[in-house]
Structures are given as C-alpha cells and as structure tokens.
C-alpha cells in the first residue's frame, strides 16, 4: 500500500530468453530427488501431441512442426548446447533457444527442486510455457513486449492443462484439484520481483497476471491465447516510484496497516454498498483482538482467527497473532485480503445473501476484489492506492487462506479467479 501515484516506466525491449534463475540462486546442494529423468521428455511429448492438434486452428492450416534441435537437459558438467551466437553457461533455468529450435532444461536443481515442491504438473508447465515459445516462432509473432509474449507462453501453457484436464493427456491423468493448485502456487514462486517494471526486458509478469494467463489458457484454450497483443492485455505490473518505497517492499508499518486499511474499507464500502442493496451503508464494527476472540454464536467463517459474526453484526480478527503473521510473512496486502473478506462477508450478510459453500465462498473473494479495484483505479489524491506487490501478496494470501479452509468444495485456482473478477472489473463482475 503507498500514499502516493503510480508511475509508469518506459523502456526498451529486448528479447530475451525465460530466465527464473533468480529462483534458485545457489545451486549444487540439493538433496536427492525422486523425479525421474523420463518426466521432462514425456510432457515434451505430450505438449507435442496438444500442439499437432491445436495448431493448425492458429496457422490458417499449417501443420505443426515439433522442435527441430530436440530436447537438452542440462548440468554443471554438461551446460546447453550453444543458442546461436550466445554464449552458454549453467543456470538453473529452462529455455527455448530460437536460434537452434531446441529445449533445455536445468536436469541437476531447477527440475528437481519444482517437482519435489510443486509436483509433475508444475514440471509440464514449464516446459509448456518453452514450447510456447517455439509455438510463437512458428507463428512468427513479432514486435510485441516480453511481457506480453512471456504471458501468451503462459495462457499455451494453461491450454495445455486444459486439454489434460478434459482427459487428453497420455503422461498427465486425473488432475487433482490440489495439484491444479499446486501449479498456481509455481506460478507465485516463478513471478517477476515486485517492483519490475512490466516494459523491462526481462519481465515476465508479476504473478497476478501470470496466473490470469494461465487460467484464461486453461479455460479458453490457445486460440484465446492467440489473440494477446500489448494493446489488449490488462498488465497490473508497475515499478516502484522511489528508492524509499522499494526499501519498504511498499508495505506501510504494521499498526498503520491494520488502521488505514479499515478505515478504508468502511469508505469503499459506504460508496460501493447502495450499488448492490439500495440503501446505505452502515458501519461495520471491526473487533482487532488480542488473544480471546469476542463471543459469537454462528461466527462466518468458523475460524477463530477471523470472521464476521451475523448475529451481532460484527468483524472480528486476531491482531496479536494472525494479522502480524501475514504481514510478516507475505505483506501488508494480505492483512488488506483478511479485512477485505470479512468485509465482504458483512456485505453479503446484510444484502441477504449467502457466503455458504462454493458459490457464497467466490461471492465473497470476488466483491473482496472490488475493494482492490478500487485502491487500484482510484485518484491520485486518494488516502491510499496499491502498490507493486500487493497483488501477489493478495494472490498469496488467497493460496494460504484456501489451505487454512481445507474446503474440498472450492480451490485456490477458482478464488482467485474469482477475486481477479472483481480486481479487474469491479462490482458487474460479481452480480
Ligand atoms: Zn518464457
């Protein structure tokens, strides 16, 4: 969160490999993993298989050609093959190489360390985002940011899971929801550091846009994905507007987050609320505890860290313990989330609607997002705005706050899509 405008950043373009070495900076000091050197080679195929299908539909007819320089894993003993005039050297990454229309992938720590974290799943998008990228020189597509060829590689990438999740898939069978997950959750790992203006060269998206591309190519398919151009895609990254606030990650200090973000969510809330109920808004009384949670008969949710009590007609959250966590640990934006979807609960609560089971749960993420449209459009003058990173850290909270549920019936990947909704388009996306 900051107090001032957003500032937009121009700068040259350059085309340059996938680089998400930044990741896993320190190599060599892995523990064994169990991944097996066939997993990278048989997704390969497998997006093979995806692509001889979809492509003709993108190339006025023309066939699909798979990579003519084949597949390179990689070690410290035995780098890249050189890509064209560049020099090679070990990092822990994996690349399309145009030049010589091949493949190659870090075998010693990238791919080890993502399927023991992430799991397979994660390793086949990857390597689907790579050969999106062979996918765009066959197209020839040209002339467009990083950014946005970085997000198209990401949407063919979740067109390829799409296709495995209807059952086409002969290496990725019965995706689960906790492995669907999982991916997002990769995608967080692999994001841009916040602050990175959208326009650098080597910019690949901040992860809350990452993971719009990835399930708009899960959910529509690659030829959504064909259509992205830097004119049309919502790009939500920005850079910092000083040195000061790239010290502070753009989090304002705790006891000033908890205030201001209330403080603020009663004001959206007063202006947004007539829009929904047709009456007006009454402020909502926000208990910050300490150890003991206030009394409540029937609390929504039925956590005791947070939630919205119907009966009383009241917020409650744990400001000695929860708040700070999630401040400490992903930023002041999750405590933005935390407020917001108790916020949204009340809103729910007294329009009469429901915040029960899956439908009530992505009501409740989706007007929690408007909120965040709001901090996002909102004018120059305004007592607060998002900053770089908030986005993530709310996209962040939503994985962790979706683990702490352990409702089956909704997955992160839906909540957030469902918060983005309202993000990016505001109360008409949750009516
Ligand atoms: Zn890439």
């Known amino acids: 969160m900051r107090a001032h405008p957003l500032v937009a950043a121009v700068l040259l373009v350059l085309l340059t490999g996938c680089d998400v070495s930044r990741v896993f900076p320190d190599p060599g000091q892995s523990p064994p993993s169990s991944v097996s050197a066939d997993l990278v080679p048989q997704a390969l195929r497998d997006v093979e298989r995806f692509w001889a299908t979809a492509f003709p539909a993108l190339s006025d007819g023309e066939r699909f050609q798979p990579v003519r320089g084949g597949y390179h894993p990689y070690t410290r003993r035995n780098p890249p093959p050189a890509c064209g005039d560049e020099p090679t050297q070990y990092q822990p990454n994996a690349f399309y190489c145009p030049a010589g229309d091949f493949i190659a992938w870090d075998a010693e720590t990238l791919i080890p360390r993502l399927h023991d974290e992430f799991g397979p799943l994660l390793v086949g998008v990857v390597m689907a985002h790579e050969y999106g990228h062979a996918v765009q020189a066959r197209l020839r597509v040209t002339g467009q940011p990083t950014v946005v060829l970085e997000q198209q590689a990401d949407c063919y990438a979740g067109a390829w899971v799409g296709d495995a999740l209807a059952g086409r898939s002969t290496a990725f069978r019965n995706i689960t929801t906790a492995q669907l997950d999982n991916t ?115 609390p929504d949710p ?130």
């Not at 929860?322 to 992903?330: D, G, N, S």
């Not at 989706?366 to 990173?389: E, K, M, V, Y």
Request: with cysteine; aromatic share 8%; hydrophobic share 40%.
């Open 302 to 431: 039925t956590t005791e860290g947070a939630f919205y009590c119907p009966a009383a007609d009241f917020a409650a959250f744990d400001a000695g313990r929860l708040a700070p966590a999630l401040y400490e640990r992903i930023g002041d934006n999750a405590v933005g989330v935390l407020i917001g979807d108790l916020f949204a609960r009340a809103v729910q609560d007294r329009r009469g609607a429901t915040t029960d089971g899956r439908a009530g749960q992505l009501a409740v993420d989706c007007l929690s997002g408007t909120w965040a449209n709001d901090l996002l459009t909102r004018g120059q003058d305004a007592p607060i705005r998002l900053s770089p990173g908030d986005l993530d850290e709310a996209v962040t909270a939503l994985v962790a706050f979706d683990r702490a549920a352990r409702d089956p019936s909704v997955s992160a990947f839906d909540r957030i899509a469902a918060y983005r909704g309202g993000v990016l388009e505001g109360l008409s996306a949750c009516t």
């Open 184 to 298: 997002v959750g990769g995608l967080l790992l692999l994001r841009d550091e916040p602050g990175t203006p959208a326009l650098a060269p080597q910019a690949h998206g901040n992860a809350f846009d990452r993971i719009r591309a990835y399930q708009e190519g899960v959910e529509q398919g690659a030829d959504r994905c064909a259509t992205y151009r830097a004119g049309n895609l919502p790009v939500t990254e920005v850079p910092f507007r000083d040195e000061e606030e790239a010290a502070t990650g753009g989090n304002l200090p705790y006891p000033q987050a908890i205030n201001t973000l209330g403080e603020d969510a009663q004001a959206y809330w007063q202006r947004a609320f007539p829009q929904l109920a047709d009456r007006s808004w009454q402020p909502l009384r926000v208990v910050a505890f300490d150890a003991a949670p206030p009394d409540c008969t029937d």
